[in-house]
């Protein structure tokens, strides 16, 4: 069996005024390591942070128990003289210190060996031994115009120390966040899988619905994700969104106490508090206290399900918030998937959904909301032929007729 998948969210695409409490909510989440990208403005065009930022934020994670254990920084490099920074970076609590072999072999030391004012620790084996030497995990990468081939005498090295623990292989020039994958760096992939079955080989740039598949077939098994992680709308808004949709509808919610209560829906916020107008207590024999109440705000968390008119239901919205939440699925909640079968390479079974957002099924009319087969609670949910029932803390499964099946 090959190296483990591993889930690495690119926290360039997060919210750099609050980075600690993000790169905390993505381990939280599932996440395994977190992408570091460290952009100098010389070797890419553009400029993020340096050792400083990668102190502050590494007290808001865990350190790894053990080497690119769980809570691992992966720093990737996109600097150019990458053997200056080795140090600072160890002692700022990078744990695994990917430089690109671009940078290491144009740097000065390299091209210029009598330069005092750096270290000889500059070629890429010499820096790989180097990273080593000060506690770290070394990782290469390469950028989309350098060929693979490149890297075959530093893998096969005779000597562990200066082999890496990791290649990293940029599916976009490197740079930014949110740039289209470029599926013609796939073959790199798969070539170096074909040599190193238990190479950890991660790719980097695109990877989202549609193409972390594509990757991990080919081989890859750390899989980096920016924007499709961080940019993703949260279904749980789009949800909400909906449900305001059907302000003035009709609709009945059912409390978890048992009581049902029909009424003209005024305002739902993202909590699913709900505002009702014209209220009818269903059951008003049981519940006689409530015969004169008119209007009433109900607390989100008090819900078992709203009941809402079938004609109501945008399947296309929702089925685009399931899309959403099935990309989550498979890039945050899969941390410890199984193996595709036949494809031991691939980490991602993406048959399986254990998606914290909407889960609705198909029940017949006497099933009365109740699903079966379902893991992970928050069962509140469920489809009859008549009504589309909805609770609070839900999940999705599908809908009939709509594709459900995760990219
Ligand atoms: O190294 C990077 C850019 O140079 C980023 O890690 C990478 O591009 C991730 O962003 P996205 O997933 O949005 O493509």
Not at 355 to 363: Q, S
Request: net charge negative; glycine share 8%; proline share 6%.
């Amino acid at each position: 069996m090959g190296p483990p998948a591993i889930i690495a969210p690119s926290i360039l695409s997060a919210d750099f005024a609050t980075l600690g409490a993000e790169c905390s909510a993505k381990m939280h989440e599932g996440a395994d390591w977190l992408h570091v990208d460290i952009m100098d403005g010389h070797f890419v065009p553009n400029m993020t942070f340096g050792a400083p930022v990668v102190t502050k934020i590494r007290s808001h994670v865990a350190r790894p128990s053990q080497p690119l254990g769980t809570g691992t920084f992966d720093c990737h490099l996109m600097i150019m003289e990458p053997h200056r920074w080795v140090k600072d970076f160890k002692k700022a609590g990078c744990d695994l210190y990917c430089f690109h072999y671009e940078a290491a072999v144009s740097s000065v030391a390299a091209t210029e060996p009598a330069d005092k004012t750096t270290t000889r620790r500059t070629s890429p084996k010499e820096l790989i031994r180097y990273i080593h030497e000060e506690g770290m995990q070394a990782g290469i990468a390469i950028k989309p115009d350098t060929p693979v081939d490149v890297l075959w005498d530093i893998l096969g090295n005779k000597e562990e120390i200066e082999r890496p623990d990791m290649v990293l292989v940029m599916t976009v020039y490197p740079g930014f966040g949110g740039q289209k994958f470029m599926a013609s760096e796939l073959p790199k992939v798969k070539a170096l899988r074909e040599r190193y079955p238990n190479l950890n080989i991660e790719v980097d740039g695109g990877l989202g619905l549609g193409t972390i598949d594509q990757a991990a077939d080919a081989g890859a098994n750390v899989i980096v994700a920016g924007s499709a992680v961080f940019g993703a709308q949260d279904p749980k808004d789009v949800i909400a969104n909906f449900f305001k949709t059907l302000t003035n509808q009709t609709v009945t919610v059912e409390l978890k106490n048992d009581i049902r209560i029909r009424g003209t829906l005024k305002s739902v916020d993202q909590y699913l508090n709900i505002k009702l107008d014209d209220v009818d207590v269903l059951d008003l024999d049981k519940y006689p206290h409530l015969s004169s109440v008119k209007n009433m705000f109900i607390r989100g968390s008090v819900v078992r399900y709203v009941v809402l008119p079938r004609s109501e239901v945008d399947v296309g919205l929702l089925e685009d918030a399931t899309r959403r939440g099935s990309l989550w699925d498979a890039y945050a909640w899969m941390q410890k998937p199984p193996i595709k079968p036949g494809k031991l390479d691939s980490p991602f079974n993406t048959q399986n959904t254990y998606g914290p957002f909407l889960r609705v099924n198909y029940t017949d009319e006497n099933n009365n909301g109740n699903q079966t087969g379902h893991d992970g609670g928050n069962r509140d949910t469920s489809v009859s032929d008549d009504h589309l029932l909805m609770g609070k803390g839900m999940q999705w499964d599908g809908i009939e007729g709509v594709d459900c099946t995760p990219m």
